[in-house]
């Protein structure tokens, strides 16, 4: 059977596949380590964005990424 899913660039149906197997298998000491990893990321930064002004700010995202 074919996949209908449409995935990003570089994206696939194994690749899917791998990341839930990965966050269903991860435990939480080591999800908590990944949060707090991302955290301490320096070349990102994390926002508390009102649910309301999410569609705003994707959108904002996406004519950046173009």
Aim: charged share 30%.
């Amino acid at each position: 059977m074919k996949d209908k899913n449409n995935y990003p660039p570089g994206w696939n149906l194994e690749r899917v596949r791998r990341l839930i197997q990965h966050y269903e298998t991860q435990t939480d000491e080591e999800a908590i380590a990944e949060d707090e990893a991302a955290f301490e990321d320096q070349t990102q930064a994390f926002m508390e964005i009102p649910n309301e002004l999410l569609p705003s700010v994707r959108a904002l995202l996406a004519e950046q990424a173009e």
